[in-house]
């Protein structure tokens, strides 16, 4: 082997570890700081009420021995080993294996659906051997219309209990590390000290949202890795001096000998054990962010270790003090020596901070790909970040999460009814993922479905024997994330029914392309300088808002381009990928089809941004098509669509002649011969300097007369309450109000 190449590559590898070793660092902050936080509310939940701490401590090591196994199996060996596999071009969560099970087989919702969204670079399909059974389940979903919709909301469910998790989650954090303050305190001030402070805190988490982590995200890390440490140094002290064969509880076999004594009110007591994998679904979620390898290493390395050693500290010495459930509850506190509780309790509300910041994070990012999908009411999504991508804030969003975590922290006051709470939302997401991921190892892995059913079975029992416990406590504070779901439920299905209605209606009322070319100065339609972007969700046709407006206002402009602004079922859309463009009509009729493809963690480009984006992609297409020598003097050219982008190359032999779509890239200027395409871009460039109008249509959505009472409650109050009282298409698309035009359009559904 060549000396210089093996250096090369050593060099290469080490970079490489050291890339891997810091995104495993940095992880620490993000993806870890809701789950590490745990060991301050789980044996509080856990002895609050249904079970006591005995003298014979079958109750404090059949805890450790659940917590131990529930640990092991959910977070390291379902998510670290499996789930974190099942990544969609490197992004993770629900959205990620609803977009690939939708790849996979035809059972999306999303409408304008093309072959051509097939040849993005991230439309990645693997095509090993699919098996016999595989194939039958794939036409099964496919046959079943009802099954699409069963999917998708499967899908919501577990996006309303992420977003309740972004309630509960700040809330009992804060609450538990504040809660040390009670240990330095007489009973009759507590409750007016841990909860005024934990408000205070969680107001001022909310207020500085709208500055973005990027700012302080550097010490996000340290914090969680010196929480780490200290939940270490905690955990291996109390064993030492308390008791160092509290390793013999890890055991299985204190599980059913704990289940045995305490029967009924120790099954209804796992949904405080739960709680010791909030944050798990983190993992997973935020896998984009960094990579599995980086994941799985500071997980498995400090993470899991770290945890581990906490709660058997905190067992070891519950084991030694059985009367101090009559002066304090049990709680994390209790166990840290008094003379290092203050630095602790900083570094637990720091690292409290930390880990709701990320659950807040991740709800605005869940509702972005909400809104992607059609299922969410407009919103205004603000990018905090112009360096990292995915860093967003919704207004509307984060004070309605800042009151409903103050209310929670008000009106529960107590781990108990947040640790129930917080408990069945975290689980039931782990559910979603547990279906949703046997269904990608058969349709996407193509494993044999007894493989993919095994992995439910085993994984979703377990899931569902803490589910259980869970919603069992419905009146103790489990009905809280039940009541967020169903309000959020109706909400997604009223908005998603009526957004595909408003389309089918759309495709039904498209004006032929004939109609439009026949417009003319014959029928006194005259041609107005500038640009006129109609948008419209349609791929093709020409849409009835516009025939609206030429018929109340007999113009239109000289360079008109119908925008269709359409989501695929990819986490990204690379922007050299973004934009395919056509002609509608012949090219001296001035007349453009811009569809803009958005994947489901795209965050749209603001109106400058994307005018200038868009004028320069229509530039490069009218270049190319001059070169390529592909003009139409007919409608059929309609159905001609070319991906235009950011590429640049010095050779026009390397355009490849077009089958369908053509494939845009950037030419010299002085290459072009056609006199029609100078004239053309001369044309663009005068209409560029005299303006550019955004027409949007402004729509009133009604039930027909005839349709049932359930369908006019949704449509006429449901739909259009949420209409009246969400953002509308112009604040969105960040449209200038002195650039719009609104056509005023009928939907009778």
């Not at 098509?625 to 001609?640: M, N």
Request: with cysteine.
């Amino acid at each position: 082997m060549d000396p210089e190449l093996a250096m090369t590559s050593s060099s290469s590898k080490k970079d490489s570890w050291k890339t891997v070793l810091l995104l495993a660092y940095q992880s620490l902050g993000v993806v870890y700081g809701d789950l590490s936080i745990s060991p301050l509310y789980v044996f509080k939940s856990t002895f609050a009420e249904d079970i006591t701490h005995s003298e014979t401590n079958e109750e404090i090591f059949g805890v450790l021995s659940f917590v131990f196994w529930t640990l092991t199996l959910i977070p390291l060996f379902k998510y670290v080993f499996i789930v974190l596999r099942a990544d969609d071009n490197g992004e993770g969560g629900t959205f990620a294996l609803y977009s690939l099970i939708c790849r996979h087989a035809n059972v999306s919702l999303l409408p304008n659906k093309q072959v051509v969204d097939e040849e993005l670079s991230t439309y990645i399909l693997e095509c090993p051997t699919e098996t016999k059974n595989g194939s039958r389940v794939k036409t099964w979903l496919e046959k079943h219309k009802n099954l699409h919709t069963a999917l998708l909301a499967v899908v919501m469910l577990g996006t309303c209990m992420v977003i309740g998790d972004g309630v509960l989650t700040p809330a009992i954090s804060v609450f538990s590390a504040v809660s040390g303050l009670e240990l330095s305190m007489s009973k009759d001030h507590r409750e007016y000290a841990v909860v005024p402070i934990t408000c205070f805190i969680l107001v001022c988490l909310f207020a500085l949202q709208h500055y973005g982590t990027h700012r302080v995200g550097f010490l996000f890390a340290p914090v969680v890795l010196a929480w780490l440490l200290c939940l270490s140094a905690l955990g291996l002290y109390n064993i030492v001096h308390w008791n160092p064969r509290v390793y013999e509880a890890l055991s299985p076999y204190y599980m059913f000998k704990f289940l045995k004594k305490t029967k009924k009110n120790g099954w209804m007591s796992l949904g405080g054990i739960l709680l010791c994998i909030t944050g798990s679904e983190a993992m997973f979620a935020d896998l984009g962010h960094f990579s599995y390898t980086a994941i799985q290493i500071a997980f498995t390395s400090l993470v899991y270790p770290a945890l581990i050693l906490a709660y058997m500290g905190q067992a070891a010495y519950l084991s030694k003090h059985h009367k101090i459930y009559s002066t304090y509850q049990i709680g994390f506190y209790v166990s840290v020596p008094e003379s290092v509780r203050w630095p602790v309790l900083v570094i637990a509300i720091l690292a409290s901070v930390v880990g709701s910041q990320a659950i807040i994070s991740g709800t605005f990012s869940i509702i972005n790909q909400s809104l992607s999908l059609g299922c969410f009411p407009r919103v205004k999504v603000i990018h905090t970040s112009d360096k990292i991508h995915g860093q967003i804030y919704i207004p509307e969003i984060n004070w309605m999460l800042m009151v409903l975590c103050i209310a929670v922290a008000v009106g529960f006051r107590d781990t108990k009814h947040m640790g129930n709470a917080s408990g069945l939302a975290v689980i039931s997401v782990m559910l979603v993922t547990t279906c949703l991921t046997s269904l990608v190892m058969i349709l996407c892995w193509h494993k044999p479905p007894l493989l993919a059913l095994s992995f439910l079975l085993f994984f979703g029992s377990f899931e569902a024997l803490y589910f259980s416990a869970s919603l069992i406590k419905f009146r103790e504070g489990a009905w809280l994330p039940i009541l967020l779901a169903l309000i959020l439920m109706t909400v997604m299905f009223v908005w998603h029914y009526a957004t595909i209605k408003k389309h089918e209606f759309d495709l039904h009322n498209k004006v032929s392309l004939d109609w439009l070319l026949a417009l003319g100065e014959s029928l006194g339609i005259a041609r107005v300088p500038g640009i006129g972007l109609v948008y419209t969700d349609l791929i093709s046709g020409v849409p009835a808002n516009f025939s609206r407006f030429v018929t109340n206002l007999p113009a239109f402009h000289r360079i008109l381009v119908f925008v269709c602004i359409k989501s695929v079922p990819v986490p990204f859309v690379p922007p050299a990928e973004r934009y395919l463009l056509g002609r509608v009509g012949p090219p001296s009729h001035r007349s453009y089809r811009c569809i803009v493809r958005y994947g489901y963690r795209d965050v749209h480009q603001d109106v400058d941004s994307f005018e200038s984006e868009l004028l320069a992609s229509l530039t490069e297409f009218i270049r190319l098509d001059a070169e390529l020598g592909t003009h139409r003097s007919s409608g059929s050219s309609e159905c001609l669509l070319t991906v235009v982008g950011r590429h640049t190359i010095d050779n026009i032999n390397d355009i490849i002649e077009p089958v369908g779509v053509r494939e845009g890239k950037r030419v010299r200027f002085a290459a072009l011969e056609d006199e029609r395409a100078r004239d053309e871009l001369e044309e663009l460039n005068v209409a560029r300097e005299s303006g550019t109008a955004f027409i949007l249509g402004h729509s009133h959505v009604r039930a027909k007369p005839e349709s049932s009472v359930m369908k006019k409650l949704a449509i006429d109050v449901g739909y259009n309450f949420l209409k009246r009282n969400c953002r509308g298409a112009d604040v969105v698309l960040r449209v200038p109000p002195a650039s719009l035009l609104e056509v005023g359009m009928v939907y009778v559904l």
